[in-house]
C-alpha cells in the first residue's frame, strides 16, 4: 500500500497525489499553476517566500511578469475567502513576496 500526503488547513485540504483542493467534502475547481502556487505556498509556511523565487520554481523557462503572479494570488484568496488587509491563509509581505499563515497539518492516508 502507497502511502500519500495531504496538507490541511482548516476548512481546506490540498490533496497533493491528485492536485486538488477540498473545503470540507466539496472539491474546488483550481487551475494547475494556481494548484502549484498554493502547495509551494503551504511547503513553506511561516516563511517569507520571495516573488523571484516563487517566479523561478513555477515559471521555469522565460520571463513572467509579477502582474501574473499577483492575479494567480488574487484568484487563490478568492477562492479561499481570504482578504489581503486581513490574512487568514496568504500574506502579502510589501512588495517582497508572500507568507502562508494559517495553521497546517500533514496528514498521511493509505491508498
Request: aromatic fraction near 10%.
Amino acid at each position: 500500500m502507497a502511502e500519500e500526503r495531504d496538507l490541511t488547513f482548516p476548512p481546506f485540504r490540498l490533496e497533493l497525489a491528485n492536485e486538488r483542493l477540498w473545503r470540507g467534502s466539496e472539491p474546488l475547481s483550481l487551475r494547475p499553476k494556481a494548484f502549484r502556487l498554493l502547495r509551494y505556498l503551504a511547503e513553506h509556511p511561516e516563511r517569507l517566500v520571495t516573488q523571484e523565487e516563487l517566479l523561478k520554481a513555477l515559471w521555469q523557462h522565460g520571463y513572467v511578469s509579477d502582474g501574473l503572479l499577483r492575479g494567480y494570488i488574487r484568484q487563490l484568496r478568492k477562492l479561499l475567502g481570504d482578504d489581503a488587509k486581513h490574512p487568514r491563509f496568504i500574506e502579502t509581505t510589501g512588495g517582497r513576496g508572500y507568507r502562508f499563515i494559517a495553521l497546517l497539518t500533514f496528514n498521511r492516508r493509505m491508498k
